[in-house]
């Protein structure tokens, strides 16, 4: 009797177990054109010759109106499919080709895992303490022996931190160089609804986003491998501002900060309306009659008023012209992650962190201000901080690319890339944890 009782708990708590597993998602094994602001559906622009959708009868030219249950209506939607499909699970897709309507079912294949040379990877997972149960990658030259550690945090966009061979920009091999050669134990975490993660990234604000980090830093901690008194948080565009509140919350050991800014979110808006304006190629006049008339209320009654941009133009209607967001979102996130990001304090944590500090600022960085990060160091001067470098990459935009000018970064002109970059990164994380 007591061994059947043991036998059953041990077969409820090893159920649990499975059931706690992240589930993979699907690799598409194909290239779309994502819907436009006049037709819904997402155009598929390529098939692998032995992809399943091949298999199943998809073609070049078809448009996928709906998957399961979630029609493609934007952007949102269709980078929220990518990232929700799981492998190995029936998926319904609503076809148009031509006048005729389509519907198939597949069963697609796993998204293949990073391999490094010379690293273990492991493919893990936390709950954050909203319930959600997000993706973590970790990857150590040596599981045996502790070593010192790098936590990752991207920037604001929901794009995965994982390297597959279908991506290859310069943030991706940033990445891939802190990995393979810092000889460091190195962490990233997806995003609610990102990767492997579940959730939705265009539904989660900033707080459930920063208490991931949070959570995902306690466990990295907790690795026999890592040693806990010697990880450096590695920020970059919007974590680079969250990197010195880490730090100070968890008690790390360095900050990096790359691209990051200081101001208010609403200050930050209304100089990037700004510079875009310039970059477009306004006069002066037409600028400041813009700034007052537009930006300023849509931002403020976003921001400070706390309403959706659908609220504000319904108060305002003249302000619709000027408005390039979505009704209820900015950059892909939902306008409640601003409005939080609004009221947190990200700037007195320059003034209390203790810990040396990096900051890198790209010379073409037309999104992020370069008096920002001057500012940084003048407060940093201030508290009598020991240890604080500021490093003006030339040529460099906001996305680890070399441009000639910022212009050209605006502009989507293609850029180089420096392979000296990530070794300054790396630089300044061996000098962080030298013992």
């Known amino acids: 009797m ?23 998602r699907a690799d598409f094994e194909a290239t779309f054109i994502g819907p436009d602001n006049n037709t819904p559906g997402a155009i598929v622009q390529s098939v692998e010759p032995n992809a399943i959708l091949s298999k199943n009868g998809v073609l070049v030219g078809d448009r996928i109106i709906q998957v399961n249950d979630r029609k493609v209506l934007s952007s949102l939607d269709w980078d929220h499919i990518i990232y929700s499909i799981r492998a190995n699970e029936i998926t319904t897709l609503h ?4 006048s005729a309507w389509l519907k198939k079912q597949v069963e697609l294949r796993p998204l293949k895992i990073e391999s490094h040379r010379g690293l273990d990877t492991y493919y893990e997972s936390i709950v954050n303490d909203y319930g959600i149960r997000q993706r973590t990658i970790i990857t150590t030259p040596d599981p045996k022996q502790k070593l010192p550690a790098i936590f990752l945090v991207q920037g604001l966009s929901c794009s995965t931190i994982e390297m597959y061979s279908e991506r290859s920009n310069n943030w991706v091999k940033m990445i891939e160089s802190l990995v393979e050669e810092s ?10 609804g990102v990767g492997d993660s579940e959730g939705d990234c265009g539904c989660t604000d900033f707080k459930t986003e ?12 907790m690795k026999d491998y890592v ?46 309306e700004r510079r875009i304006r310039q970059m477009s190629g306004d006069n002066e006049a037409t600028i400041a009659k813009k700034m007052n008339e537009a930006y300023i209320p849509l931002y403020y009654g976003m921001l ?28 892909g996130r939902p306008v409640t992650y601003y409005q939080q990001l609004q009221n947190f304090d990200l700037a007195s944590s320059w003034e209390k962190v203790k810990v040396p500090v990096r900051i890198l600022y790209g010379s073409n960085d037309w999104i992020m201000s370069e008096f920002d990060n001057h500012l940084i ?21 906001h996305w680890n690319t070399i441009h000639e000018s910022p212009d050209d970064s605006f502009n989507f002109k293609p850029g180089k890339w420096d392979p000296q970059l990530p070794k300054l990164v790396i630089n300044w994380a061996k000098e962080m944890i030298e013992d």
């Open 2 to 24: 007591h061994k059947l009782i043991l036998l059953l708990i041990l077969y409820i708590f090893s159920s649990v177990l499975v059931s706690q597993e992240l589930a993979r």
């Open 95 to 98: 076809i148009k080709r031509g």
């Open 183 to 192: 000889g460091m134990v190195v962490m990233r975490v997806d995003k609610p």
């Open 210 to 221: 920063l208490n991931g980090y949070e959570v995902a830093l306690q466990s990295l901690k």
């Open 227 to 272: 040693d806990s008194t010697r990880i450096i948080v590695y920020g970059a565009s919007m974590g680079s501002a969250l990197a010195p509140w880490l730090a100070m919350r968890h008690n790390l050991a360095g900050v990096i900060s790359d691209g990051t800014f200081f101001k208010t979110w609403f200050e930050h808006m209304l100089e990037i």
């Open 304 to 331: 400070i008023q706390k309403k959706t941009y659908a609220q504000v133009i319904e108060e305002y209607p003249a302000l619709k012209d000027f408005n390039y967001h979505s009704p209820e979102h900015m950059y």
């Open 377 to 397: 160091m003048k407060v940093l001067d201030r508290n009598n901080h020991q240890d604080h470098q500021l490093h003006i990459y030339p040529g460099l935009d």
